[in-house]
């Protein structure tokens, strides 16, 4: 399939005013944080669509876009997955994870405990799709997989932190147990498990520091 091109239609800015949305834009995301405290208010279903469609928005290896948002309101399925999740957690806390790995997340103060996944009143698991199915069943190749999937969550935690809300990039390992209690098809494997909704009021998160430009980048001009 061919595409039609059309003229484009984005932002044309001078140098001055680039940078300075730039600037703004930085210190607005060096504001997002993970959080793992959340309130159970309720976040509106077309809040959750409106994420969803941004998130899927990414560029992706020749735009097969080979991803599923599954949005989990449900509070006997968020159950599930809590006490699914938990206890692949209890195996990692308790042996699974390298004693440099428990060493590195001390600080984080993190165990295997994890009610966010009941309070939080959305769960969004993005799955990725390594293939898509024809009709007939036939294998369709998608390319890319991770680094698309991947490309779609930034923009999932970027539209996140625009609404107002906060979220918690959750990677239970291992995942599968996602895909038995959604359901989901052969051709899809859990890639991130986010709970979203609003802090609660005594909220707080570690007091860590981001990496200074220079050692986050290179300029070769």
């Given at each position: 399939?061919?595409?039609?091109?059309?003229?484009?239609?984005?932002?044309?800015?001078?140098?001055?005013?680039?940078?300075?949305?730039?600037?703004?834009?930085?210190?607005?995301?060096?504001?997002?944080?993970?959080?793992?405290?959340?309130?159970?208010?309720?976040?509106?279903?077309?809040?959750?669509?409106?994420?969803?469609?941004?998130?899927?928005?990414?560029?992706?290896?020749?735009?097969?876009?080979?991803?599923?948002?599954?949005?989990?309101?449900?509070?006997?399925?968020?159950?599930?997955?809590?006490?699914?999740?938990?206890?692949?957690?209890?195996?990692?806390?308790?042996?699974?994870?390298?004693?440099s790995w428990l060493r590195d997340l001390a600080h984080l103060g993190t165990d295997w405990n994890k009610p966010f996944l009941e309070v939080a009143p959305w769960l969004i698991v993005v799955f990725k799709k390594p293939y898509d199915l024809a009709s007939d069943g036939t294998r369709l190749k998608n390319y890319y997989v991770n680094e698309s999937v991947g490309l779609a969550a930034g923009f999932l935690l970027t539209a996140i932190h625009e609404a107002g809300l906060v979220s918690l990039t959750h990677t239970p390992s291992p995942m599968n147990f996602l895909e038995r209690i959604l359901d989901r098809p052969d051709n899809e494997r859990a890639f991130l498990l986010i709970p979203v909704g609003y802090a609660a009021d005594d909220a707080t998160v570690p007091?860590?520091?981001?990496?200074?430009?220079?050692?986050?980048?290179?300029?070769?001009?």
């Open positions: 399939m061919s595409y039609p091109y059309i003229p484009f239609e984005g932002q044309q800015l001078n140098q001055e005013e680039s940078q300075r949305k730039s600037k703004e834009f930085y210190a607005f995301m060096n504001r997002r944080r993970s959080v793992r405290t959340f309130s159970d208010r309720p976040v509106s279903k077309g809040t959750i669509e409106n994420l969803i469609m941004t998130a899927s928005s990414a560029p992706s290896g020749a735009h097969k876009q080979p991803w599923t948002f599954c949005a989990v309101s449900n509070p006997v399925i968020r159950k599930k997955i809590r006490d699914a999740a938990e206890s692949e957690e209890k195996l990692n806390y308790g042996g699974r994870m390298s004693e007091d860590i520091k981001r990496r200074p430009l220079e050692e986050v980048a290179k300029f070769y001009s």
